[in-house]
């Protein structure tokens, strides 16, 4: 089932909405039929029949994760770092205005349960607003390889999980922008790994091999890998809004803005060093002027008189 960031359908209402728990909400209900519904996103697993909104609907939910204030719905190209699961994103959000606390718009509209996942179809996976207890290290995510450090759905009959992010993810995806062809989720056995425990199989987009994650291949040219890790950003908005993901994947930086700020801080860097260069400078040559190499004030050696004095003198 293919799976695309711009193309899932969101069934709103312009109104205050609650959203309580999903670990002890039952999955598809919402109450009786004048209980207005919360906002709904479509996951690969979800039923058909979502409607979109008109975008100058106002949408306010009032999420459990934060009680206090209502959240917004909005759409702005800052970098921000989600509160639920933990994960940079940018564009699409539900934000608080009363305070900086921001979640993805897949995170507060995360359903209960996913039936029949196609990453996952064996089991159901139930949403945890919290990271499983145990051992010195985060859990780690099955289907992109990072740490699971909030929001996850994880699975009760093994130890299968992944990000609100990873779920939006499908066996087959279609990003035009990175590929013209779609890509298929190789199964795990068909990565092969080298003596390090590194995939052989490197992406094309990052340019690197990486020891955990899944990988989706051209289902055309069978020639074009992707990290499902490096697929996140076209789904969480960085893609879009011009940030780049860091080697090590972590704090995403701005393209533009990013070489715009290393060119400055290096103008002001040069410009400071050159002050302090010439500072020192000019206290060090007073310094040794003034002191000799015991520490006593040196004497000045006798000026010598001009040929004019001289010449005074003799007369």
């Known amino acids: 089932m ?45 039923p058909q029949g979502c409607t979109s909104i ?11 994760s934060h ?9 702005l190209p800052e970098l921000f770092a989600c509160a639920g699961c933990k994960e940079y994103g940018a564009g699409k959000r539900f934000a ?16 209960p349960l996913l039936r029949s996942h196609p990453l996952h179809p064996q089991h159901q996976l139930v949403f945890h607003s919290r990271p499983k207890q145990g051992g010195i290290k985060w859990p780690k995510c099955d289907i992109c390889g990072k740490s699971c450090r909030g929001f996850t759905f994880r699975c009760r009959a093994c130890s299968f999980q992944m990000h609100p992010c990873c779920a939006m993810l499908s066996t087959e995806i279609t990003f035009p922008e990175l590929h ?17 425990g590194e ?19 051209c289902a055309v040219c069978n020639n074009y ?21 860091a080697p090590d994947h972590d704090k995403p930086s701005n393209t533009v803005l990013g070489t715009a700020a290393r060119l400055a801080s290096q103008v ?20 040794v002027q003034s002191i000799n190499p015991r520490g006593r004030p040196r004497r000045r050696s006798p000026t010598r008189p001009s040929a004019e004095a001289t010449t005074a003198a003799s007369n």
Request: glycine share 8%; proline share 9%; net charge positive.
């Open 2 to 46: 293919k799976s695309r960031a711009s193309s899932s359908s969101i069934s709103m209402q312009a109104a205050i909405l609650s959203t309580s728990p999903p670990n002890y909400s039952p999955a598809g209900h919402g109450g009786n039929g004048n209980t207005p519904q919360p906002p709904s996103i479509e996951f690969p697993t979800s």
């Open 54 to 64: 008109s975008s100058d609907a106002a949408v306010l939910v009032t999420h459990y």
């Open 67 to 75: 009680p206090k204030h209502p959240l917004a719905q909005l759409t």
């Open 96 to 111: 608080c205005q009363e305070c900086d606390y921001q979640l993805h718009e897949f995170c507060v509209l995360s359903p």
């Open 180 to 196: 013209p062809h779609p890509l298929k989720l190789l199964p795990p056995r068909q990565l092969q790994l080298s003596n390090a």
């Open 199 to 217: 995939s052989l199989v490197s992406c094309d987009r990052c340019k690197k091999r990486r020891s955990g994650g899944r990988v989706y291949r």
């Open 225 to 245: 890998h992707l990290h499902a890790l490096c697929a996140k950003p076209l789904i969480n908005g960085l893609q879009e809004n011009g940030f780049q993901t």
């Open 268 to 287: 002001v860097i040069e410009f400071i060093g050159g002050l302090i260069e010439g500072f020192g400078e000019g206290f060090g040559q007073a310094l």
